[in-house]
């Protein structure tokens, strides 16, 4: 182990047992949510935990996790860079609906500088698509994700100068948490 | 209290959701119930970072790709190093978010 993920254990039970006390003091005492549920709750959350190796206990036999699809996940979860990114955009597609008012407005002159513009924006093009195929950043294509907040990024020239606080860091299958954190990247 | 969806996708976020998920299929828990247990889930993980965790790290790497939409930073970086104290972590590829600390003291 080369960074230490027992403090990351403590730090989730922690967490587990506040959701599920602040849990109690809203839904169960209000008569909303039963408190067994609530325990069923607790027991699989922390089943689940301990096998996927990142918090450490026993696992009562009669809270086994039965895979289930996860149906309630896409509704549920709402990640914050789901939105479609403009440059996921097809640039081809950008140029296009760029030239084609152009077009309108001025047929004759705009089909004159249309060509050479358009030769460019092919090179482009392709240099741009080269870098999509590579870089392909899928979560799945990405195992390891740092999830975290920001206080500053500054760039100067090709550096990136970041300070990141309340991390979870998961890489090299090791979850770690992080008070801050500073970012120093060349681009 | 403003809070960030971002943890649920930590090991810790997938494994409640899941659960919640399991409970809600097999009708022992209502959708708006589950939802309201992920979302003290959100407050509980922010604070729970904020209060409980005292690790400073320092990140160094290439940056491969680099995103700002809807107050969000997604970098992708490329031989990435992870360094707390003297003890270090090295990636080849690295996906990191982070949402706009300043949204939560608002």
């Given at each position: 182990?080369?960074l230490s993920?027992?403090?990351?254990?403590?730090s989730?039970?922690?967490?587990i047992?506040?959701v599920?006390n602040?849990?109690?003091c809203?839904?169960v005492y209000?008569?909303?949510?039963?408190e067994?549920?609530l325990?069923?709750?607790?027991?699989k959350?922390?089943?689940?935990?301990?096998?996927a190796g990142v918090?450490?206990g026993?696992i009562e036999?009669?809270t086994?996790?039965?895979?289930?699809?996860?149906?309630l996940q896409?509704?549920?979860?709402?990640?914050p860079?789901a939105v479609p990114l403009?440059e996921k955009?097809?640039?081809?597609?950008?140029c296009?609906?760029?030239y084609?008012?152009?077009q309108?407005g001025?047929r004759?002159?705009?089909?004159?500088?249309y060509?050479p513009?358009?030769?460019n924006?092919?090179?482009?093009?392709e240099?741009?698509d080269?870098?999509e195929?590579d870089m392909d950043d899928?979560?799945?294509?990405?195992p390891?994700?740092?999830m975290?907040?920001f206080d500053?990024v500054k760039?100067?020239?090709?550096?990136?100068?970041?300070?990141?606080?309340?991390?979870?860091?998961q890489i090299?299958g090791k979850?770690?948490l992080?008070s801050q954190?500073?970012g120093?990247?060349n681009? | 209290?403003a809070?960030f969806?971002l943890?649920?996708?930590?090991?810790i976020g997938?494994c409640l959701t899941?659960t919640?998920?399991?409970?809600v299929?097999?009708g022992?828990?209502?959708?708006?119930l589950?939802?309201q247990?992920?979302?003290?889930?959100?407050?509980?993980m922010?604070e729970?970072l904020?209060?409980?965790v005292k690790?400073k790290v320092?990140?160094?790497?290439?940056?491969?790709?680099?995103r700002?939409c809807?107050n969000v930073?997604t970098?992708?970086?490329?031989d990435a190093m992870?360094?707390?104290?003297?003890?270090?972590?090295?990636?080849?590829?690295?996906?990191?978010?982070?949402?706009?600390?300043k949204?939560?003291?608002?």
């Amino acid at each position: 182990m080369v960074l230490s993920t027992s403090d990351t254990s403590t730090s989730y039970n922690y967490v587990i047992d506040d959701v599920i006390n602040k849990s109690r003091c809203e839904l169960v005492y209000n008569g909303e949510l039963e408190e067994s549920v609530l325990s069923q709750i607790q027991s699989k959350w922390k089943t689940k935990m301990i096998q996927a190796g990142v918090i450490t206990g026993t696992i009562e036999p009669s809270t086994a996790s039965i895979p289930a699809p996860p149906i309630l996940q896409t509704t549920l979860q709402t990640p914050p860079n789901a939105v479609p990114l403009p440059e996921k955009m097809s640039i081809k597609k950008e140029c296009d609906e760029f030239y084609i008012p152009q077009q309108d407005g001025a047929r004759d002159e705009a089909m004159v500088t249309y060509a050479p513009n358009d030769e460019n924006e092919e090179l482009l093009n392709e240099d741009d698509d080269d870098e999509e195929d590579d870089m392909d950043d899928d979560d799945i294509n990405i195992p390891h994700l740092v999830m975290c907040q920001f206080d500053k990024v500054k760039r100067c020239k090709n550096k990136w100068e970041c300070k990141f606080n309340a991390g979870v860091m998961q890489i090299n299958g090791k979850n770690v948490l992080f008070s801050q954190a500073t970012g120093d990247f060349n681009f | 209290m403003a809070t960030f969806e971002l943890y649920r996708r930590s090991t810790i976020g997938m494994c409640l959701t899941e659960t919640l998920d399991e409970m809600v299929q097999s009708g022992t828990l209502s959708p708006e119930l589950a939802i309201q247990v992920l979302v003290q889930f959100d407050k509980s993980m922010t604070e729970a970072l904020e209060s409980q965790v005292k690790t400073k790290v320092s990140i160094k790497g290439h940056l491969h790709t680099y995103r700002f939409c809807d107050n969000v930073w997604t970098f992708i970086l490329q031989d990435a190093m992870f360094k707390c104290d003297d003890r270090q972590e090295n990636v080849s590829r690295v996906k990191i978010v982070a949402c706009d600390s300043k949204l939560l003291t608002q």
